[in-house]
């Protein structure tokens, strides 16, 4: 049909891509005595995954300050990740605390290489999250 109406050139047509949906969280990479806290993703992508907590939007330091009194923060790295279909923007702070919260799991890093699968979106973290430490030490 193409070829009799000399318009090949016109198909076969092709769907465009819609465009990736983009999301903004902040992460905040708890650190309590060398203990780091992950949490299970209860919904959404990536759900059952052992993740860094984290927060809808780019949230800033004096915004979290007044929730983490005495704590000392350390910005992440921001960065990208890109799924097939959503992208997440990251930022995020690494917040040593003072005491630890029960709704999160404490663990070191040595635990969360061996018994924790992190997902490659969170692995830009851990890494800020290994210097840190080490330079602690």
Same mark, same amino acid.
């Given at each position: 049909?193409?070829?009799?109406?000399?318009?090949?050139?016109?198909?076969?047509?092709?769907?465009?891509?819609?465009?990736?949906? $983009?999301?903004?969280?902040?992460?905040?990479?708890?650190?309590?005595? #060398?203990?780091?806290?992950?949490?299970?993703? /209860?919904? #959404?992508?990536?759900?059952?995954?052992?993740?860094?907590?984290?927060?809808? !939007?780019?949230? $800033?330091?004096?915004?979290?300050?007044?929730?983490?009194?005495? +704590?000392?923060?350390?910005?992440?790295?921001?960065?990208?990740?890109?799924?097939?279909?959503?992208?997440?923007?990251?930022? !995020?702070?690494?917040?040593?605390?003072?005491?630890?919260?029960?709704?999160?799991?404490?663990?070191?890093? /040595? /635990?969360?290489?061996?018994?924790?699968?992190?997902?490659?979106?969170?692995?830009?973290?851990?890494?800020?999250?290994?210097?840190?430490?080490?330079? +602690?030490?």
């Amino acid at each position: 049909l193409a070829y009799r109406e000399k318009c090949m050139d016109k198909y076969p047509i092709k769907n465009l891509k819609k465009e990736k949906k $983009k999301e903004n969280y902040t992460i905040l990479a708890f650190i309590y005595k #060398g203990k780091i806290a992950i949490e299970k993703r /209860e919904e #959404g992508l990536l759900k059952k995954m052992y993740q860094f907590p984290n927060r809808k !939007g780019h949230l $800033k330091k004096n915004e979290l300050k007044k929730e983490f009194l005495n +704590s000392k923060f350390t910005p992440l790295k921001p960065y990208t990740h890109i799924f097939t279909h959503i992208i997440w923007n990251m930022n !995020g702070y690494i917040i040593e605390v003072e005491k630890t919260d029960n709704k999160y799991n404490w663990v070191t890093l /040595e /635990e969360i290489e061996e018994k924790y699968a992190i997902p490659t979106a969170f692995k830009p973290v851990l890494e800020d999250i290994r210097r840190y430490l080490n330079d +602690s030490k």
